[in-house]
């Protein structure tokens, strides 16, 4: 049973910074690659960012490239999602996912069809 825990959500005021982690039960390389999306109140689910555990590739929604960083230690079994520039319409719930399988090419994990597990999300608030 794979686990995925996130943290690191909160408050904060627009074009403050928060970052996001998540820490899975077994190691980060047995996933081709982890993702966090995201679902706003009344909207369906959008891939914000994914990496490969492997190469570290990247894949980045258009609405978060430049203010939005991915990135993974492997090591801890943990990846982080750095937030800056937060603007109100990124209050969302957020959460991790994984992916088993190969996938290519890799921006198909922004996708959340193409993602086996799903953790329990964390709420992040962009307000004044």
């Known amino acids: 049973q794979v686990q995925l825990v996130e943290s690191g959500g909160g408050l904060v005021q627009p074009g403050g910074s928060l970052r996001l982690s998540c820490a899975t039960s077994?190691?980060?390389?047995?996933?081709?690659?982890i993702g966090w999306f995201r679902q706003a109140p009344g909207k369906g689910r959008e891939g914000v960012s994914c990496?490969?555990?492997?190469?570290?590739?990247?894949a980045y929604a258009d609405s978060v490239k430049g203010r939005f960083t991915i990135s993974r230690d492997n090591a801890k079994n943990t990846v982080y999602l750095q937030m800056n520039s937060l603007k109100p319409e990124d209050t969302a719930v957020y959460y991790c996912?994984?992916?088993?399988?190969?996938?290519?090419?890799?921006?198909?994990?922004?996708?959340?069809?193409?993602?086996?597990?799903w953790g329990q999300g964390t709420q992040v608030t962009v307000s004044s």
């Open positions: 990496i490969s555990s492997s190469d570290g590739s990247t």
């Open positions: 996912t994984v992916r088993k399988a190969r996938l290519l090419p890799f921006g198909l994990c922004l996708s959340p069809y193409n993602n086996d597990f």
């Open positions: 077994g190691s980060t390389l047995d996933y081709y690659a």
